[in-house]
């Protein structure tokens, strides 16, 4: 019997597959985290890799009247703030930084902005108590215009955010499935950025060069890049994170050297190789809590699962997905349609938005191989998204096997990806 385990919510399910099936369980090395991921930090803060100490940008502030902004990712994003943060604000504070010159930014960008009884859940309580802490609000934030991009997106972000004296951007780097790596100036520009900024900027995700692990010739990603310039964030801090959300390293300074020195790091712990025939079944897992939130965030996985799935197989995709589908613009946007083909025809008509861009991302899978999904998403909410439901994992088996006209007696070609987002297949 083939036996592994896959992350699912804040659990771990079990999958056992026969054994005569040829299974290859596609994963990265392990690599072990940092044993003092606060130190790690700390050193990241105190050498930045461009060699341009924070104490250049305070030089010569006075107060009131000089501030800091700090973007930290929502709670869609494993991000390790209880260990990233404390060095940061300690060595600000030994700058002479007081602490009523810094606001938090939580950068939600298209999703609900964070009621403050949520913000314990990514931020240390005593950084709530001390700092002031304000969540992003799409719909209802003031911006400031800064121009066009080269590629035509208007740079537009949150004007608190933008006439701070000090903008520093957090977060992780590891690979995105359209913006190539996560990280950098994305938490500022995507993060803090109105509709109309994020939109123009996604509608780039249709670019065959907008995919994982591309960063120099991604469109998508480059085009943040000039945004980020336009906006004059001054600082990233960023970390690499292992399999299981650990801190391995930490990088700081100027974000595009941040992320030129981040990116090989993410690519020797996430990159693995694959066979070079592709699958009758991948079975994926998005790689548990906060990652598989909900559909939103869990489709990612679909992506990646998609490029080891032959024409005609099926993707069978772990997600706990607990607030559902992530997106209500998402789901009206699939009332009245049936297939991959009336997705396109309606998106076409439509034009790019964010939210209904999920609906033409699985229609582009879903046109090609069978997609399960086994959630807390009620049935009939995941048949209207094009996918099949199921509630248990031997249930998701059961209706995989189905859909490829085989049983468990079949030999069967299958993929297990435990933490598909996190895998680069190459």
Do not use: W
Not at 157 to 184: C, D, M, Q, W
Not at 275 to 281: A, N, Q, S
Not at 389 to 409: H, I
């Amino acid at each position: 019997m083939n036996i592994f385990t896959l992350p699912y919510g804040k659990e771990a399910l079990t999958l056992r597959l026969p054994e005569h099936f040829q299974v290859d369980r596609i994963e990265p090395a392990y690599v072990p985290a940092a044993a003092d991921p606060l130190a790690v930090v700390r050193a990241a803060v105190e050498h930045p890799v461009d060699g341009i100490p924070l104490a250049h940008y305070i030089q010569g502030a006075s107060f009131p009247g000089f501030s800091v902004a700090i973007a930290v990712n929502d709670k869609t994003r494993p991000v390790p703030h209880e260990h990233m943060l404390p060095p940061l604000l300690d060595h600000l504070a030994s700058l002479g930084v007081p602490d009523s010159a810094i606001r938090f930014f939580i950068a939600t960008g298209t999703h609900l902005p964070m009621p403050p009884d949520e913000f314990e859940r990514i931020l240390p309580r005593e950084i709530i108590e001390r700092y002031c802490v304000v969540s992003h609000n799409i719909d209802g934030a003031e911006y400031v215009s800064l121009g066009v991009t080269s590629r035509g997106t208007p740079v537009q972000v949150n004007r608190l955010f933008y006439e701070s004296s000090l903008k520093i951007v957090t977060g992780n780097i590891e690979p995105h499935h359209f913006a190539g790596f996560s990280g950098g100036y994305k938490t500022a520009a995507i993060g803090l950025g109105a509709r109309a900024t994020i939109n123009q900027n996604h509608a780039m995700l249709v670019d065959p060069d907008a995919r994982i692990a591309e960063f120099d010739r991604n469109p998508l990603r480059q085009d943040i890049e000039e945004m980020g310039d336009r906006i004059g964030v001054q600082l990233a801090l960023n970390v690499i994170l292992n399999g299981e959300k650990k801190v391995v390293q930490a990088v700081a300074g100027a974000p595009r050297a941040v992320m030129n020195t981040g990116i090989p790091i993410s690519r020797a712990i996430c990159q693995t190789r694959a066979p070079g025939e592709r699958y009758d079944l991948v079975i994926a897992s998005v790689g548990g809590a906060p990652k598989d939130i909900n559909f939103y965030q869990s489709q990612k996985a679909i992506t990646h699962a998609s490029l080891l799935t032959r024409d005609g197989g099926v993707i069978l995709l772990a997600a706990a997905c607990p607030e559902g589908s992530g997106s209500q613009s998402y789901e009206q946007f699939m009332e009245g349609v049936s297939s991959p083909a009336e997705v396109f025809e309606k998106f076409r008509r439509m034009g790019f938005k964010v939210g209904p861009h999920k609906a033409f991302q699985v229609a582009r899978d879903a046109a090609r191989v069978h997609i399960v999904l086994l959630s807390q998403i009620p049935a009939g909410l995941v048949t209207k998204l094009l996918m099949t439901p199921a509630a248990t994992l031997d249930e998701a088996v059961e209706k995989s096997l189905a859909l490829l006209g085989a049983s468990r007696q079949d030999r069967l070609r299958v993929a297990v990806l435990p933490r598909a987002t996190n895998t680069i297949a190459v």
